[in-house]
């Protein structure tokens, strides 16, 4: 059974970094045509992709904020983690991780963690 | 891709059917996937490749469509599908959502 699950800071002022933490079981990110993505979702609106590591160590990133994401990968402790830099209100919101396979499909998300960003 | 999904709120009652409608700005092949989101689950991915039902999707749920224009129908509706409906396109990156679908009961 694959399962994810997300883990932040809660809160963080701007300007600061945002580091997320994702923590799953149930599959290997060294397995073939596997991938870990982060999808976002501002309070009571709709979802975001943010970025995808896969089993390779390829990453994609949204253009829209390419130049403040890192996503990298541990894959012996079965994690993979995304840094947002210079972060602002627009930041805040629920942020999720999941299971990629195939290419660009979300086949299990985790429950999300939630980022407020205030001063 | 652009992804243009339609109406954004719905309301019917059980048993009966609805359609919800995704349009994408360029084509996407079959490259298209729908997801269901309700409060305080993961959110669920229903059907992949456009029309491919994913383990565990009921039956009373398909999907439509290739190019452009994709539908996501369901049938006889159930207490438990009134959620939101995504849309994601993955012919390309960045992967982009549909606005998303509100069905409420009626």
């Known amino acids: 059974q694959v399962t994810l699950k997300e883990s932040g800071p809660g809160i963080l002022q701007p300007s600061q970094t945002l580091s997320l933490t994702c923590s799953f079981s149930g599959f290997l990110l060294s397995a073939s045509s596997v991938g870990v993505g982060w999808i976002r979702q501002p309070s009571g609106k709709g979802l975001e992709w943010l970025a995808t590591i896969g089993w390779e160590d390829v990453k994609h990133y949204n253009p829209s904020l390419k130049s403040r994401l890192t996503i990298s990968k541990d894959t012996s402790n079965n994690q993979v983690f995304l840094k947002i830099t210079s972060v602002d209100t627009a930041d805040t919101g629920t942020y999720y991780c999941?299971?990629?396979?195939?290419?660009?499909?979300?086949?299990?998300w985790g429950q999300g963690a939630s980022v407020t960003v205030s001063s | 891709v652009q992804m243009t999904q339609s109406p954004s709120y719905l309301a019917a009652s059980p048993g009966e059917s609805v359609s919800i409608s995704c349009k994408a700005s360029k084509s996407i092949s079959n490259n298209l996937a729908w997801y269901q989101e309700k409060p305080g689950k993961a959110n669920k991915l229903l059907i992949h490749s456009g029309s491919t039902l994913q383990s565990g999707t009921p039956s009373r749920f398909s999907g439509s469509g290739s190019g452009t224009d994709f539908t996501l129908t369901i049938r006889s509706l159930e207490s438990e599908d009134f959620a939101v409906y995504y849309c994601?396109?993955?012919?390309?990156?960045?992967?982009?959502f549909g606005s998303g679908t509100k069905l409420e009961i009626k």
């Open positions: 994601q396109q993955y012919n390309e990156y960045p992967l982009t």
């Open positions: 999941a299971h990629r396979n195939p290419p660009g499909v979300m086949d299990a």
